[in-house]
């Protein structure tokens, strides 16, 4: 009778012990600080995260949807440079920077049309970079050039832009936010145009260290800089190129927010020539940056590993919950580029080999 006695109060031991060890996976507890500094909020975020490796287990894409093919109609056959946006109905809006054109294709894949081409004239790029889907237009972004058309592909106006700019963000009360081209230095920013292009005012730029020197009008000259900018719920935020740092600014340029993630960053490696022109090594880089509709923060994460041969590239999503806590890193494999998250929490992959397409993936939380 002892004997039974003992060996029901083991199993019962057992039982509350090892319970809550599995519990223990999904429910450790958050590595980090939140402390306020001159006012502003610092988040810093330590360790492997609130799921840490078992983040594969929690976090799974599911594909719902591929665009693209390797033989078959012109539509579907892309260059390697993609940009995606997504408007209200789920369309989904390829630029497709290679061959000058942006395609729309329904929430189910098929295509409805294609606007531009190669050329300087109405409707028509030279190096198109970004786009943008508000309510009533599709906003094509070249470097000194803004293209507007109405939301059937109809050609409506081109303007110049008056400061070079790497990428559309947002159009707010009938203006655009854009990211700035930063020449021979490390950092990032953002200004505010007119729809026109007329430059209302530079928000913020934060950059670094001179890397080369600009060589003049007629001589060659390196153009990299680096970092991202992101707007969510009324707030820009400006992801640092040469650390891991989030900056989070109210719309008139205050600052309110850091966030941090304590891992070293590797900045590029600069060889410049004394003839003009250089070389730039891209090694580790953080961003860009996107949101889901609760506010779970996402940051793309490359982490460069090994030396010579054994060099290589590791590919990461970061996710953060709303309150920017760190749940962990998702490895993704070096051929499925994330360039879209939307808000209907789909994301958008460009796989570029052994032919570019889009895959259409869906979040699943375990």
């Given at each position: ?11 019962f ?12 996976i999904?429910?450790?507890k958050?590595?980090?600080k ?80 294609q ?17 943008i ?14 293209h507007?058309f109405?939301?059937?592909?109809n ?12 990428g ?13 081209l ?60 040469e ?18 993630r ?16 250089g ?13 889901l ?32 806590k760190f749940l962990?890193?998702?490895?993704v494999?070096?051929?499925m580029?994330l ?5 209907f ?22």
């Amino acid at each position: 009778m002892k004997f039974r006695i003992c060996l029901l109060f083991n199993l019962f031991l057992c039982f509350i012990l090892i319970i809550p060890a599995k519990n223990l996976i999904a429910k450790q507890k958050w590595k980090g600080k939140i402390r306020k500094e001159k006012g502003i909020i610092i988040i810093e975020n330590k360790g492997n995260g609130i799921y840490g490796k078992d983040i594969k287990n929690k976090i799974s894409f599911k594909e719902i949807l591929s665009i693209g093919v390797e033989e078959g109609p012109d539509y579907l056959m892309f260059g390697n440079y993609i940009k995606v946006d997504v408007d209200q109905e789920e369309n989904v809006y390829i630029l497709d920077s290679q061959n000058s054109r942006v395609l729309k294709f329904d929430k189910n894949g098929k295509f409805l049309w294609q606007v531009g081409r190669k050329g300087q004239g109405p409707g028509e790029f030279e190096y198109p970079e970004d786009l943008i889907i508000t309510e009533n237009e599709l906003i094509v972004a070249e470097s000194t050039r803004i293209h507007y058309f109405d939301k059937n592909g109809n050609f409506k106006k081109t303007y110049r832009m008056e400061k070079p700019i790497k990428g559309i963000i947002a159009c707010p009360d009938n203006q655009i936010i854009a990211s700035l081209l930063i020449t021979g230095q490390v950092g990032v920013g953002c200004a505010f145009f007119t729809k026109e292009g007329k430059l209302i005012r530079i928000f913020k730029s934060q950059v670094g260290k001179k890397i080369f020197e600009d060589r003049g009008k007629n001589k060659a000259k390196l153009i990299w800089g680096g970092g991202y900018v992101n707007i969510f719920k009324n707030s820009i935020y400006i992801c640092l190129p040469e650390k891991y740092e989030i900056q989070v600014y109210a719309m008139d340029g205050k600052l309110i927010k850091k966030i941090f993630r304590d891992i070293k960053i590797k900045p590029a490696e600069v060889q410049v020539f004394e003839g003009g022109g250089g070389f730039v090594m891209d090694m580790d880089e953080v961003g860009p940056i996107y949101f889901l509709k609760d506010g779970t923060l996402i940051v793309k994460l490359r982490l460069a590993k090994g030396e010579g041969k054994d060099f290589h590239y590791e590919y990461y999503l970061d996710f953060f919950n709303k309150d920017f806590k760190f749940l962990g890193s998702y490895p993704v494999a070096k051929d499925m580029d994330l360039v879209k998250a939307d808000s209907f929490n789909n994301f958008y992959f460009l796989q570029k080999y052994p032919f570019p397409k889009i895959i259409k993936c869906t979040l699943e939380m375990h």
